[in-house]
Structures are given as C-alpha cells and as structure tokens.
C-alpha cells in the first residue's frame, strides 16, 4: 500500500492506478507536495529534545525545526507554517515546557497504596470502623496578609460589595490546614511561619475534640516537609496521640494529598 501524499494545504493530492502500482499527479499547479512518511519524519525530529542531535538548545522553536529538517535532507525545502501546522495536528508543541517532579521513592507503590486504600475505607485489608477517622493535613506558605484600608462595604440592592482597592501589607504568613476526608469538615490556622511547633498545633486543635480525641484510630496524611518529616514525627505524634497513626507519602507526591485540593 503506497502511503498518502499531501499538499501544503493538507489535501490528498495524488491517487494510485491500481493497474500500474503509479502515482498519479493531479491537477495542482503551484503547490509542494509532501508524503506522508516525511511529515511523520518531521513530527518525529519535533519530539526530540534537541541535546539528543547535538544542538545546544533547551528546546525547538519552528524555525530551528525547519532548519534541522532542511539540514537532514528529509525534505528539500519547506515553509514555517506547513511545519506548524502539521505539529499543531497532533498537539506537538516543543517551544512550550513545564515543571515537573518526578516520583522517585522506590516504595512509592507501597506508600501510595496505604494512602488510597485509607481514601477507600481500608487499612492493611480491612474495612475502617465507624470509630476510625482520616486527616490529609499540609501548610500553605507565603500567604501575603493584605489590611484593606477601608471596610469592606456588604452588597446591597442592585449593588456588589465592595473592597477598598488600597491596602497596607501585613507580611507573609502560613496557613496549616486538615481535613477530614470522610467527614467534609476542614480545620485551619494561621500562623507566622511553619515549622515543627506549629504543626503541633494544628494537630492539638483537632485531636483535642470529640470525635478524633476518642477515636478508635485517627490517621493523619502527610507529606515529607520538614514539619512532619519521617520516623521522629511519628515518634512525638504517638508519644502524645496514642490513637493517632502518621502515613507518609511517597516522596515527591503531594499530589496524591486531598488538602491540595482544598488549597487549590
């Protein structure tokens, strides 16, 4: 089977005569055409990083696409735009980038399983009771504190509120939150910075009160901060919640965290 043939306006251009296994031309004076393995060369050349070919950019814009393809005699010539547009027909995009974190723990699977299985109702193949309680808890920092410079006005009859567009900054704070993912209630403090004593206190906030202070077990979701980092923040949890049991994320996994939500 003879592969499809375009022209830069993306139409199918030439047809097979089957008698003769030929391509046949037809009647489009004044356009290049492309066949369909060149195109898929040039798509294949985009979703490289350009280190790969030994050129000295962080990442390819049209232009240097082209001049590369040019460069490599995939095809003799061609314009910016077909090369976009080709791009563009199956969302290839090697100008734009983002950050991203990659899972690294090597018991990711495991710790990541705890924490869904705990999203679920289940605990080590068990089925939580109605005693048992599930905290996702994180801090927010660098909050900016802004003091309005007049009261805030309450919306009226065919009037909005309406907030003083002045105001004086009140530093960078921390916010802390928990949530009780089975329950939809959420628990919050500010505070002036994060650090291990502020996290104890978000924690004494909500185990102090019913229902978490009698559970039967409360398991509180966190990720790898400094604040409740490790075996030492199990450790002081327990020493002062006995029915209080820390499950650590995978690192580098936030995202597996219910508050994120909220915080979003």
């Not at 599930?134 to 920092?141: F, G, L, N, Q, R």
């Amino acid at each position: 089977m003879f592969p499809e043939k375009q022209s830069v306006s993306g139409v199918n251009v030439f047809s097979i005569n089957e008698n003769k296994g030929l391509w046949i031309k037809q009647e489009t004076a004044g356009h290049s055409f492309f066949p369909s393995e060149e195109i898929a060369q040039i798509k294949a050349l985009a979703c490289q990083l350009p280190a790969e070919r030994g050129i000295p950019l962080s990442r390819f814009s049209i232009t240097e696409i082209v001049r590369e393809v040019i460069s490599e005699a995939i095809v003799p010539s061609v314009s910016d735009s077909s090369v976009w547009r080709w791009l563009h027909e199956d969302a290839i995009r090697p100008w734009f980038h983002r950050s991203w974190i990659y899972p690294r723990d090597p018991k990711f699977i495991e710790k990541a399983g705890n924490v869904l299985d705990l999203y679920v109702k289940q605990w080590e193949g068990q089925s939580l009771g109605e005693n048992d309680y599930v905290i996702s808890a994180d801090e927010k920092t660098s909050i900016q504190a802004r003091i309005r410079k007049h009261l805030t006005s309450p919306p009226s009859l065919g009037e909005p509120m309406r907030v003083e567009h002045e105001y004086i900054r009140g530093g960078a704070w921390a916010y802390l939150a928990a949530w009780d993912v089975h329950r939809a209630r959420i628990f919050g403090r500010c505070e002036a910075k994060t650090g291990i004593k502020p996290f104890n206190q978000l924690v004494k906030q909500v185990m102090s009160q019913p229902p978490y202070k009698t559970a039967n077990r409360v398991f509180w979701i966190i990720d790898n901060g400094s604040s409740h980092r490790g075996k030492p923040f199990v450790a002081r949890l327990q020493e002062k919640w006995p029915n209080a049991i820390a499950v650590h994320l995978p690192t580098h996994a936030s995202w597996l965290n219910q508050i994120e939500i909220y915080f979003s």
